[in-house]
């Protein structure tokens, strides 16, 4: 079941990924070739689920730190 704590907002994912200017962070979800998971629309609100956010970050420190 989701609850409201499995769903971030665009300023929750800015401050996880410590974006602060919107138009950067907008850049960087738009840009493809980054693989960063695409947002969905609640109302007219852009919208992650934590745990696309969590696997993608997960898999960036993977690559940065092969074992």
Do not use: C
């Amino acid at each position: 079941m989701n609850t409201n704590e499995d769903i971030l907002f665009t300023k929750d994912v800015m401050k996880i990924l410590r974006y602060g200017a919107m138009s950067a962070f907008i850049n960087f979800w738009k840009d493809e070739s980054n693989g960063f998971p695409q947002p969905f629309r609640i109302g007219r609100r852009h919208t992650w689920h934590r745990r696309d956010v969590e696997a993608w970050l997960d898999k960036q420190r993977e690559q940065a730190n092969p074992h």
